[in-house]
């Protein structure tokens, strides 16, 4: 499992979490669902952006 895989996989639980919490909205605002996920998003693709195939 490379460093790709693993930010993949990352991504797919992240959005698989949000889907679910958003049937929760009495619980969650989505509002802050979505402001935490966007910095989690933004973090994740600053550490995609120097991606070395041969790593």
Request: overall charge negative; glycine content about 8%.
């Amino acid at each position: 499992m490379n460093k790709q895989d693993i930010l993949r996989l990352i991504g797919a639980t992240l959005i698989g979490g949000y889907l679910g919490l958003r049937n929760m909205q009495e619980i969650i605002h989505r509002e802050y669902v979505e402001r935490e996920l966007q910095v989690v998003l933004a973090s994740l693709q600053m550490e995609i952006i120097p991606y070395d195939e041969n790593y």
